[in-house]
């Protein structure tokens, strides 16, 4: 190896971890359950806590209120997409998987990336989500995503109390399949 | 160069199909939604000790392909870009043996309607080892069937996740420049030259490595286990090799067409059937070497065609780089 590479690799190497520290990778990943306890009765995202109540927009302009959706119902999921190729396909495994099962519950796509109710609508219909089961409600200003600290493909359970059951990221679905069966 | 007999040409029209990737990055998956980072094949040239090799690109998102292979454009008023500078080098360990490591740093800006969002940080980091098999003696004039030898690369890489996963501290997906894991590829490169040609085919069949979750997006979830799919990538090409002037500068002129498939991956061993993709792309790239082949710089350009059936269940993008290399001798 001449002194030329024992120079040089070095410095990448060095570069590479120097990077690592500054970023907070997760190069050696923990599967420990450190999941923080949860007082009941408190208000927030987590399981176990009441779900923020909240009134969005529709995509034809009606207002539609967490609250006032969860009476006659099981309860509800909210699915909050960036209408990207991720959010299409779990949405559409949705639809096709766990829709059918569930005629009891509400869902609700929450588009958080939409800035008029009129893009949300194009979106929807350009998705081929019109008429799919799903109410796309327009989170103009994002109240709801922070509300709930989710992000793309953040898919949440709320009970007909109130109470979150579910708030993680979609996955294979099975997760929503189980929690919803058990509402 | 003379005119060639009906088996060069057989042999010419072989080497055309097999076509040369070391010019093009392969696809990889990038944004704000699927992660980022990777980094431009580094091969070095026979005769070098070392190289380095600083690579900017600018990826243009355009809509995606969804899982039925239809092309869905994004939200109307979207502006959603990465960026990534590469940091690469190689460096020979032995007279067949070589090494090389690419750091990509990501910056993500995704501008919607209703959403605008900018972040950065390193992407998943690339470290390879090369075992040179076969070398190839570029030609001007086929002389005997062994001067149609190409060269031949065979090894495995290993993908660092130093990039920002879904599985860190950061709260939104926008922030993403890295998938969160481990692959380990083995990869073969062919490379030949036939002056004024020059065509290669690269492959490669890549292993994610599973690994325990237990946050999403900075948020503590119940631990799971969780792996991507096996990924398979191609890529062909075929150069034109132009001399310029009487100094001895080249430029090169490359076209290139490219494919990658992930299978689905796995969460506690059960298959997620949304994550299948697959991607075809085409690209072009033109590469000018000065007379002692120290420096050299590249521009490129990668583009996935929108039309059904070129894509499953991946973003349609174009790739823009431009980069510079030196060599030490």
């Known amino acids: ?183 | 160069m003379d005119a060639p007999g009906k088996p060069t040409r057989t042999l010419i029209l072989a080497a055309l199909l097999l076509g040369a990737a070391s010019l093009i990055p392969p696809p990889v998956l990038a944004g704000s939604c699927c992660g980022g980072g990777g980094g431009a094949a580094l091969i070095l040239p026979k005769g070098n000790k070392a190289l380095v090799d600083l690579t900017l690109e600018m990826e243009k998102y355009d809509g995606f392909w969804n899982q039925d292979g239809k092309h869905i454009d994004d939200p109307a008023g979207s502006d959603l870009r990465q960026y990534r500078l590469t940091l690469g080098t190689a460096a020979r360990l032995a007279s067949r043996w070589q090494a090389s490591l690419a750091v990509p740093y990501v910056w993500n800006h995704n501008r919607y309607s209703g959403n605008v969002s900018s972040s950065d940080g390193l992407g998943d980091s690339t470290l390879s080892l090369w075992y040179e098999a076969l070398d190839d003696l570029s030609i001007w004039k086929l002389k005997s069937l062994k001067d149609l030898t190409p060269s031949v690369l065979i090894g495995p890489s290993l993908t660092i996740p130093t990039g920002i996963s879904p599985y860190d501290d950061r709260t939104s997906s926008f922030d993403v420049t890295g998938r969160g894991f481990y692959r380990l590829d083995g990869n073969l490169q062919v490379d030949k030259t036939f002056r004024p040609f020059t065509a290669s085919v690269a492959l490669g069949y890549g292993r994610y490595l599973e690994r325990a979750v237990n946050k999403e997006y900075g948020r503590y979830v119940e631990p799971y286990h969780k792996r991507l799919g096996n990924r398979t990538s191609a890529s062909a090409s075929l150069g034109y090799i132009a001399v310029l002037g009487t100094g001895g500068d080249q430029l090169t002129g490359t076209a290139s067409i490219s494919y990658i498939d992930e299978e689905d991956g796995t969460r506690n061993g059960e298959t997620d059937p949304t994550s299948e993709f697959r991607k075809t792309s085409v690209g072009g790239a033109l590469l000018w070497s000065g007379t002692d082949r120290d420096w050299s710089v590249k521009a490129s350009w990668n583009h996935a065609i929108q039309a059904q059936g070129w894509g499953e269940n991946f973003p349609t993008t174009d790739v823009y780089g431009i980069g510079v290399r030196y060599g030490f001798r």
């Open chain 1, 1 to 183: 190896m001449g002194s030329v590479s024992r120079r040089i690799m070095p410095l990448l190497v060095a570069v590479l971890l120097a990077g690592c520290n500054g970023v907070g990778t997760d190069l050696s990943p923990s599967g420990a359950d450190r999941r923080p306890p949860v007082t009941p009765g408190t208000t927030g995202p987590s399981v176990g806590q009441i779900a923020p109540d909240f009134t969005l927009p529709d995509t034809l302009g009606d207002n539609v209120a967490l609250s006032t959706s969860l009476p006659g119902r099981k309860g509800v999921v909210l699915y909050f997409t960036m209408w990207c190729v991720i959010c299409g396909d779990e949405m559409s495994h949705m639809r096709s998987a766990i829709m059918p099962a569930h005629p009891d519950v509400g869902f609700f796509a929450i588009d958080y990336v939409s800035g008029t109710v009129a893009d949300a609508r194009a979106s929807e219909l350009s998705n081929g989500f019109a008429n799919s089961g799903f109410t796309v409600l327009v989170d103009l200003g994002n109240p709801v995503l922070h509300a709930y600290a989710a992000t793309m493909g953040t898919t949440v359970v709320i009970d007909n109390t109130g109470i979150v059951r579910m708030n993680e990221n979609y996955g294979t679905g099975s997760r929503l399949q189980a929690i919803l069966g058990g509402l």
